[in-house]
C-alpha cells in the first residue's frame, strides 16, 4: 500500500517569502500525484495535480510542484507567498494501475500562516 | 450545477446513536467515497463506491455503513456511534481524469 509523509507540520512565514513544502511518498509502481489546499473553514481543493510528463507541474494561484521520481518526491513551492495563502496543504497519492485510483492516500497535512 | 453536497453541517450525538450523513452529487461521477479528518492525522478514506450498487472498504471502515442505491446519492451510516467517531467527514466525488471534489464537510461531535 500507498503512503505519504510530509515533515514540515507548521510552516509560518512573512509575506513575499518562498515556499517549499516537503512530500515524500512510499510506492513501488507509478503514481499519480496531488496537492489540496484547505482554506480556514472551507473543504478540500485542488492546487495541482501529476500524471505523467513534464516533471514540472503549474497549478492555481501561483503554485508548482517538481515530481523527482528518484527521490519519491513531490514538492510544493511558491516564489513570494501572500497572507491569503494561510491555509492547510495536503499531498496525495494514488497508485496510476488500473483500479489503483481507487484509493487516494492523504498526508497529514502543513499548516501554513503567511504573517503580514 | 451544485458540485458536492452533505447534510448536516453540524451534528451532535450520544454515545450509542446512529445517524446517516448524507451526500449527493450532481456531476454525474461514478467513483464516490467518505474521508475523515482529525487534527495531525490528514484524511483518511472510510468508504468508498465505484458505482451504483459496487461499495467497498477504506483504511477505518469499522463502525461505518454506506449503499449507493443511485449515481447521485451516496449516504454514509454510523450504526452505534462513538467518542472515537468524533470528527469532520467529507465526501467527495472523482472525474473521469482524477480530479476530486469535495463537499463541504459535516462536523460530527459523540459524547
Known amino acids: 500500500a500507498q503512503s505519504v509523509s510530509q515533515h514540515n507540520h507548521h510552516v509560518i512565514l512573512s509575506e513575499a517569502a518562498s515556499l517549499e513544502l516537503g512530500c515524500n511518498y512510499s510506492y513501488g509502481g507509478t503514481v499519480n500525484l496531488f496537492w489540496y489546499v484547505q482554506y480556514p473553514g472551507q473543504h478540500l481543493q485542488l492546487l495541482l495535480k501529476?500524471?505523467?510528463?513534464?516533471?514540472l507541474v503549474k497549478g492555481i494561484k501561483g503554485f508548482e510542484a517538481e515530481f523527482i521520481k528518484s527521490k519519491f518526491s513531490f514538492n510544493l513551492r511558491k516564489p513570494s507567498v501572500q497572507w491569503s495563502d494561510t491555509a492547510e496543504y495536503f499531498c496525495a497519492v494514488t497508485p496510476s494501475s488500473a483500479g489503483g485510483g481507487n484509493k487516494l492516500t492523504f498526508g497529514t497535512g502543513t499548516q501554513l500562516k503567511v504573517e503580514l | 450545477n451544485a458540485g458536492v453536497t452533505q447534510t448536516p453541517k453540524f451534528q451532535v450525538l450520544k454515545t450509542g446513536q446512529s445517524m446517516t450523513l448524507q451526500c449527493a452529487q450532481d456531476m454525474n461521477h461514478e467513483y464516490m467515497s467518505w474521508y475523515r479528518q482529525d487534527p495531525g492525522m490528514g484524511l483518511r478514506l472510510i468508504h468508498y463506491s465505484v458505482g451504483a450498487g459496487i461499495t467497498d472498504q477504506g483504511e477505518v471502515p469499522n463502525g461505518y455503513n454506506v449503499s449507493r442505491s443511485t449515481t447521485e446519492d451516496f449516504p454514509l451510516r454510523l450504526l452505534s456511534a462513538a467518542p472515537s467517531q468524533t470528527s469532520v467527514y467529507f465526501c467527495?466525488?472523482?472525474?473521469?481524469?482524477?480530479?476530486?471534489?469535495f463537499g463541504p464537510g459535516t462536523r460530527l461531535t459523540v459524547t
Open positions: 467527495a466525488s472523482r472525474s473521469p481524469v482524477y480530479e476530486q471534489y
Open positions: 501529476y500524471f505523467s510528463g513534464d516533471p
